[in-house]
């Protein structure tokens, strides 16, 4: 039985699967034994999903999910949802306060575009009354306005910063991780106090194909959501640059 060194906690449809497959890549950092939930093998030990879906499971069994490290080995999980969730941090903190947090940061209208065709493509009913974006931004019910509040990616790093350290963070941009994953990858495994150790290849995991959106409901979007984007580079005293 072990216990996570790190865990990866969001943003869903940020590259987190990406990140999760090159960083088992390195020698150094153990697998998962998962959760017995039946996955896609591209992240069938990635989510634990315990602190937001399996919490009724007790620590003991959340434990169970990793292996013991030897000198130098380290293990953790990725679980995009948990950044969301509003009782992980607080839970997270009690139990794993000296645990290393790993966050992947996209554009907020890119991921809020890539979340909806992914929900176009897999939700039962999401089409339907949802046809293209602009109807679900406009007119979705409270129940579907998650997905719009998730690339609010402010409130949640504020709710975490209340429990952890902002120097207990990784945040990378998931654009870096895309164009330069060589770097991003670095810039992870050096956090985690590991020797550099490159991956031969960096695919992209469970990506999604999507025409791009009309260019003036975009730059909308882009109004919607620099506010908020402001507010998250003064927080973590770091400029994004999305737009």
Request: aromatic fraction near 18%; include cysteine.
């Amino acid at each position: 039985m072990g216990k996570p060194d790190f865990i990866l906690i969001g943003e869903t449809k940020c590259g987190t699967t990406s990140m999760y497959n090159y960083l088992i890549q390195h020698p150094k950092v153990l697998d998962t034994f998962g959760n017995g939930e039946d996955y896609d093998s591209s992240y069938a030990t990635k989510e634990i999903r315990f602190l937001d879906k399996f919490y009724d499971r007790g620590w003991d069994w959340y434990f169970s999910c990793f292996p013991e490290t030897g000198i130098d080995e380290v293990t953790g999980e990725a679980t995009p949802m948990y950044m969301y969730r509003t009782q992980v941090a607080q839970r997270l903190q009690k139990h794993l306060p000296d645990v290393k947090l790993l966050v992947l940061l996209r554009n907020p209208v890119d991921r809020l575009i890539s979340n909806y065709y992914h929900n176009y493509k897999w939700v039962p009913g999401w089409k339907e009354q949802y046809p293209d974006i602009r109807t679900y931004f406009y007119g979705c019910p409270d129940r579907d306005y998650y997905q719009i509040d998730k690339s609010i990616y402010y409130f949640a790093m504020q709710r975490w910063l209340e429990h952890f350290p902002l120097e207990q963070f990784c945040i990378v941009k998931s654009e870096d991780m895309y164009e330069r994953p060589q770097e991003a990858y670095l810039q992870v495994t050096r956090f985690l106090g590991l020797e550099d150790h490159l991956p031969k290849k960096f695919p992209v995991f469970r990506a999604n194909d999507y025409k791009p959106i009309d260019p003036k409901f975009r730059g909308e979007l882009e109004a919607f959501y620099k506010p908020y984007n402001d507010k998250l580079e003064a927080l973590i005293n770091r400029k994004m640059n999305w737009y």
